[in-house]
């Protein structure tokens, strides 16, 4: 079955601790992404990957890193989380252009 | 001007209704275009997808009007599993690594 996983799924922390939300995809997809949802925001995108070893910044990239050392792996790490991240966070991944974006459960993160 | 606008709801229908919301893109360059649903606190699924004039699954049509630069999306004979919240998203322009997505529409279909 065709599948993103992310996890976790929940995850409350504290401001500063350093934490990783994994993503992985089970298509051989070459693209993914990041993305934050908050109220009447929408999704903003985060960080995305064309392949491995090639990431870049999307709109609200400012407190996230990620890595792309393997196809089917994306990891979001917050290095020191703050209040403000907190929020429900999706990867995606898309196998070619102008096709269906595949998501993962997401991952509701709060920082107290 | 936001890249895409939706009008966020909520809209309450009775079932049987038929309902439509609107979506207004910035970039006309834009060449193709999607509506998503999400259910609360869930990922976003593909519903349609719109690459020329319109779309037509089932009960749902999907319209593109490129020089007004809006696309819609008619529900005809609402169900109760119709209640859900619709994400417009439209690429932007130079490449399929930024898909934009609007903030949503909220439907509720009530009996």
């Known amino acids: 079955e065709a599948q993103v996983t992310q996890n976790p799924r929940y995850l409350i922390t504290v401001t500063g601790k350093k934490l990783t939300v994994t993503c992985s995809q089970n298509m051989n997809h070459e693209y993914m992404s990041w993305y934050r949802q908050d109220p009447g925001l929408g999704l903003r995108q985060i960080y995305y990957s064309m392949n491995v070893e090639v990431t870049d910044k999307g709109d609200v990239p400012e407190g996230y890193k990620v890595s792309r050392k393997e196809k089917r792996n994306f990891p979001l790490i917050l290095e020191s989380p703050s209040p403000n991240q907190t929020s429900l966070y999706f990867c995606a991944s898309l196998g070619q252009m102008n096709t269906e974006a595949f998501f993962g459960q997401g991952t509701r993160l709060t920082v107290v | 001007r936001k890249e895409v606008e939706q009008d966020p709801g909520p809209f309450n229908v009775p079932e049987g209704a038929t309902v439509a919301f609107n979506c207004t893109y910035s970039n006309s360059a834009s060449q193709s275009f999607f509506w998503y649903r999400q259910d609360c606190r869930k990922e976003p699924k593909l519903l349609m997808s719109v690459y020329s004039s319109g779309n037509e699954d089932g009960r749902f049509t999907a319209q593109l009007n490129r020089a007004s630069q809006y696309i819609s999306l008619l529900i005809r004979d609402s169900k109760l599993s119709d209640s859900a919240t619709y994400l417009c998203?439209?690429?932007?322009?130079?490449?399929?690594?930024?898909?934009?997505f609007g903030a949503g529409t909220r439907l509720a279909v009530h009996p």
């Open positions: 998203v439209v690429p932007r322009a130079g490449g399929y690594n930024k898909l934009i």
